[in-house]
C-alpha cells in the first residue's frame, strides 16, 4: 500500500532485525523512492524512528507502522492541511496528527488510549484527540532538533511532549484505522512506560 501511493518523496523501510520474510520482500521491490535500512540487532519502534530520521532527505516526515492499520491514502490528508497552515501562517511551529476511531479497539486498548491522551493534555496543555496515533507528520528539522532517545512504544509521549515545550501549533484530521488483534503491543506494560514518558519528557529532558 505504501509503495502504491505517489505521495512521498521519498520512503525509509527499517527492517529492525526481522527473522520473518521481510527482507526477502524488501529486497523484491523495485520502487527508486525505497531505501531500506536494517537492524542487526532489535531497537524497538522508537529506534527505528530514530534510523530513518537520521536518513530522511525530505522536508517533512510522516510515521508509518508496518502494517495494515493505517491506509497509506491518508497521507494527501496530513499534507494538505499542513501546507494549508503553512500558507496561512509561513511562520508557525506546525505539526498534523491524525485522528483514529478507536472504538472497534479492544476496550482496554481504548481506555488505555483516551486516558493517555487526557494525561498528555492534561500536562502539555493541547486538546489532542489522539496522542498515540502513529500519523504524525512533523518537519524534518524540527523533528531531529527533538533528540528523540526512546526505544519502545513511549516515542509517541515523547514526541508529542517535545512538541508541545517547543510551541508546536497541533492540527489534526481524521484517518482510517483496522486494530490489529495480535498486535506486539502490551498494552499495561507498555501503557505504564507511556504514561511515565510524559512526565519525564514534559518535566525534563
Given at each position: ?28 521491490q ?22 530513518a530520521?537520521?536518513?530522511?532527505r ?12 493505517y ?23 506546525v ?41 504524525k ?8 532538533d ?6 519502545g ?6 514526541i ?14 481524521p ?13 499495561i506494560?507498555d ?15
Amino acid at each position: 500500500m505504501v509503495l502504491a501511493s505517489r505521495t512521498p518523496y521519498e520512503i525509509i523501510a527499517v527492517d529492525d532485525c526481522s527473522t520473518d520474510a521481510t527482507p526477502q520482500i524488501l529486497a523484491r521491490q523495485a520502487d527508486p523512492r525505497l531505501r531500506v535500512i536494517r537492524h542487526e540487532k532489535n531497537r524497538g519502534k522508537g529506534g527505528g524512528i530514530q534510523t530513518a530520521l537520521e536518513q530522511a532527505r525530505g522536508d517533512v516526515v510522516i510515521i508509518q507502522d508496518a502494517d495494515t492499520e493505517y491506509d497509506p491514502r491518508d497521507w494527501d490528508k496530513l499534507l494538505t492541511l499542513y501546507h494549508e497552515e503553512v500558507t496561512r501562517n509561513p511562520n508557525a511551529r506546525v505539526a498534523v496528527y491524525g485522528v483514529r476511531d478507536l472504538s472497534s479497539q479492544p476496550l482496554l486498548g481504548h481506555l488505555g488510549n483516551a486516558g493517555l491522551t487526557l494525561v498528555t493534555n492534561l500536562l502539555c496543555g493541547t486538546q489532542l484527540r489522539d496522542m498515540e496515533t502513529c500519523y504524525k507528520l512533523v518537519p524534518t528539522q524540527l523533528m531531529r532538533d527533538l533528540k528523540l532517545k526512546s526505544r519502545g512504544f513511549e516515542i509517541e509521549p515523547e514526541i508529542t511532549a517535545k512538541l508541545a515545550k517547543r510551541g508546536v501549533r497541533f492540527f489534526q484530521v481524521p484517518v482510517s484505522y483496522k486494530p490489529r488483534k495480535d498486535k506486539k503491543l502490551r498494552r499495561i506494560r507498555d501503557g505504564t512506560k507511556s504514561l511515565l514518558a510524559l512526565f519525564k519528557y514534559r518535566f525534563g529532558e
